[in-house]
T-cell receptor, first 109, second 115 residues
Framework: DAKTTQPNSMESNEEEPVHLPCNHSTISGTDYIHWYRQLPSQGPEYVIHGLTSNVNNRMASLAIAEDRKSSTLILHRATLRDAAVYYCILWKYGNKLVFGAGTILRVKS | GAGVSQSPSNKVTEKGKDVELRCDPISGHTALYWYRQSLGQGLEFLIYFQGNSAPDKSGLPSDRFSAERTGGSVSTLTIQRTQQEDSAVYLC?????????????FGDGTRLSIL
């Protein structure tokens, strides 16, 4: 299965943009790139997903490299409520999401 | 609207007892998933239901684990003869379909502690 690589942790200041990177050099043509986040004591929450083109929604933006070997989740203005573990996942086939260790995002006020 | 509901939110039981964990998916969602998350670990897939198809049980760690989904809605995960290594948060998710273009919506889980 294709793997993703994310930094263990990142830190941001409140109200500043945050760029969370993800490398997925073995991605195949049918892999969708999904991002979820998990706040303390809660289940994961869907953030955004995409295949080839950049995507925007009310929570975030997803920038996908032209060769699709990397992507970046962009939070335009970080708030304290965005402090969470962010997971970048390739959803290829079958029926399960394979979660890695994710990136712990800390937001400073 | 109502999200995925799991009960109980916490369960403490003695080693060797059987436990049942319940999941109420979002209405109209045909796909239902169970995962577990051990302390400090990532999420581990357990089982997947999609409509009337045979479930994908490939993630169940042993034959002590089983799950069913009645009427295409509510699901129950059963762990027999619980052991201490079964202590974890058990998470349920549902999605509109089984396609990887559909996001999964998670409940807040059942925290299971085996004494």
């Amino acid at each position: 299965d294709a793997k993703t690589t994310q930094p263990n942790s990142m830190e941001s200041n409140e109200e500043e943009p945050v760029h969370l990177p993800c490398n997925h050099s073995t991605i195949s043509g049918t892999d969708y790139i999904h991002w979820y986040r998990q706040l303390p004591s809660q289940g994961p929450e869907y953030v955004i997903h995409g295949l080839t083109s950049n995507v925007n929604n009310r929570m975030a933006s997803l920038a996908i490299a032209e060769d699709r070997k990397s992507s970046t989740l962009i939070l335009h203005r970080a708030t304290l409520r965005d402090a969470a573990v962010y997971y970048c996942i390739l959803w290829k086939y079958g029926n399960k999401l394979v979660f890695g260790a994710g990136t712990i995002l800390r937001v400073k006020s | 609207g109502a999200g995925v509901s799991q009960s109980p939110s916490n369960k403490v039981t003695e080693k060797g007892k059987d436990v049942e964990l319940r999941c109420d998916p979002i209405s109209g969602h045909t796909a239902l998933y169970w995962y577990r998350q051990s302390l400090g670990q990532g999420l581990e897939f357990l089982i997947y239901f999609q409509g009337n198809s045979a479930p994908d049980k490939s993630g169940l760690p042993s034959d002590r684990f089983s799950a069913e989904r009645t009427g295409g809605s509510v699901s129950t995960l059963t762990i027999q003869r619980t052991q201490q290594e079964d202590s974890a948060v058990y998470l349920c998710a549902s999605s509109l379909g089984g396609s990887y273009n559909q996001p999964q919506h998670f409940g807040d889980g059942t925290r299971l502690s085996i004494l």
